[in-house]
């Protein structure tokens, strides 16, 4: 199972919007009916923290100008109006082929 | 307050064993699985493998199957990382995260090794 994420690096302007890309090579709609696919960011020398779950579903203390959506194989995490503490490396992680495995995306870094 | 607590930073020689833990508090140890995300400096997240505490079962990504042991005794609450024998490839930082919903994750521990 392979996660992609575009692009690589994605320069931003404080204030202005961000759009982030995640695809994968397979559906992650679960026979449950739900699609596990979560959006983390990792800030320098800081653990990852999940912000967005289920494709849309903001976590607690989650600012709304972050925004989580798609369906089957392609997401997006949308930043409305960036802010200096948003600049990281962002990560998305499909949950619906575990078992046996979670998959993470290579990765998009958000940099001025 | 669920909470996941790993030891501290290593430093060690190639060739020299090593076992990192992840002590857990704030839910029932033994009800979610728990694993290892491997963090090169620079580069990005990988999963390792996870242990259900319930009854020892490992799921390992075949990246990782064979190179080191995921274990976890219920009686403490802690997970663990094992190497037997550590290279100079093995330096990176080591999360530990809960399984399910991949929600609540370790502060990380450093692991370097060189000659």
């Known amino acids: 199972f392979v996660v992609t994420q575009s692009p690589t690096s994605l320069p931003v302007t404080l204030g202005q919007p961000a759009s982030l890309s995640c695809r994968s090579n397979?559906?992650?709609?679960?026979?449950?009916?739900?699609?596990?696919l979560n959006w983390y960011q990792q800030r320098p020398g800081q653990s990852p923290r999940r912000l967005i779950y289920?494709?849309?579903n903001r976590d607690s203390g989650v600012p709304d100008r972050f925004s989580g959506s798609g369906s089957g194989t392609d997401f997006t995490l949308k930043i409305n109006r960036v802010e200096a503490e948003d600049l990281g490396v962002y990560y998305c992680?499909?949950?619906?082929?575990?078992?046996?495995?979670?998959?993470f995306g290579p990765g998009t870094k958000l940099e001025i | 307050e669920v909470q996941l607590v790993q030891s501290g930073a290593e430093v060690k020689k190639p060739g020299e064993s090593l076992k990192i833990s992840c002590k857990a508090s704030?839910?029932?140890?033994?009800?979610?699985?728990i694993g290892w995300v491997r963090q090169v400096p620079g580069k990005g997240l990988e999963w390792m493998g996870l242990v259900y505490p319930g009854d020892s079962q490992t799921t390992y990504s075949p990246s990782f199957q064979g190179q080191v042991t995921i274990s976890a005794d219920k009686s403490t609450g802690i997970a663990y990382l094992q190497w037997n024998t550590l290279k100079a490839s093995d330096t990176a930082i080591y999360f530990c995260a809960r399984g399910d919903s991949v929600q609540y994750w370790g502060q990380g521990t450093l692991v370097s090794v060189s000659s």
């Open positions: 992680m499909q949950g619906t082929h575990w078992p046996p495995m979670y998959t």
């Open positions: 397979e559906s992650v709609i679960h026979t449950d009916g739900n699609s596990y």
């Open positions: 289920k494709i849309s």
């Open positions: 704030g839910y029932t140890f033994t009800d979610y699985w």
